[in-house]
């Protein structure tokens, strides 16, 4: 079964500085259809104004993965981690028993698109830890591009759950098959483009929630961004 989440019925937090779609509830958006999928948690794209951003503010056991699209974004946390964060970048961070952290556009002209993602773990107060990797346009391009996983395998971030996380970058026609194995379940989000999954069409913004298949099919109708996620039961 797929069910589609579409764009324009995500919760929205809307700032002189931010603008912020909610796939789940967030804040002081509440769906109670969507709490979450899975151990996927938190789908947020954020558009942050041009030196503007988020405070220190405390997280724990969540693990927060932050994807660039455009722009840059500057962090710092409790643990004395300082870094910029670029599309092709994939941060990591434990929260685990308690962490603080910024995140900043330090650019005086151009705002930054992001996504932020918070994927529950499978045991409480880890030990909070940072990571992160570039990975290149090549390695996403027309194809599945592993980003994070619980064992870090194929230079991946790693992330405490049952979870596989891939990026990819479709030219228009192109089509990729992505099995998923018995008591799985997937989550499809398009960044940018638009896409057929199993007979169902995507626009930029829109996921998919998929239960009880074992394929999906994708194509792409124009160039597109997505990022999978396959998590387990």
């Not at 947020?44 to 997280?59: A, C, K, R, T, W």
């Not at 962490?99 to 996504?115: A, G, K, Q, T």
């Not at 990975?135 to 592993?146: Q, T």
Request: glycine share 8%; aromatic share 8%.
């Amino acid at each position: 079964m797929i069910t589609i989440r579409a764009a324009a019925d995500r919760g929205a937090t809307k700032l002189d500085w931010l603008d912020s779609r909610h796939t789940f509830s967030f804040g002081d958006y509440y769906d109670p259809n969507w709490m979450g999928f899975g151990s996927l948690r938190v789908i947020n794209e954020d558009f942050v104004e041009p030196d503007q951003g988020f405070g220190m503010h405390p997280h724990r056991d969540m693990e927060i993965i932050t994807y660039i699209v455009r722009g840059a974004l500057e962090h710092r946390d409790s643990l004395g981690t300082g870094s910029v964060i670029r599309p092709g970048d994939v941060q990591r961070m434990t929260a685990g028993s308690g962490i603080r952290h910024s995140e900043f556009n330090p650019s005086s002209d151009e705002p930054v698109h992001l996504l932020q993602i918070w994927i529950l773990p499978d045991q409480k107060n880890l030990s909070p830890s940072y990571e992160q990797k570039a990975f290149a346009e090549d390695e996403k391009h027309n194809r599945l591009r592993l980003i994070a996983a619980r064992d870090g395998r194929d230079g991946a971030v790693t992330i405490h759950q049952d979870a596989d996380v891939y990026a990819a970058r479709l030219e228009p026609g192109k089509s990729f098959s992505h099995p998923i194995a018995a008591g799985r379940l997937a989550w499809l989000q398009v960044i940018q483009g638009e896409i057929d999954v199993n007979h169902h069409a995507l626009m930029a913004g829109d996921g998919a929630a998929a239960q009880d298949e074992f394929l999906l099919e994708i194509e792409a109708q124009s160039p597109t961004e997505l990022l999978l996620f396959d998590l387990g039961p």
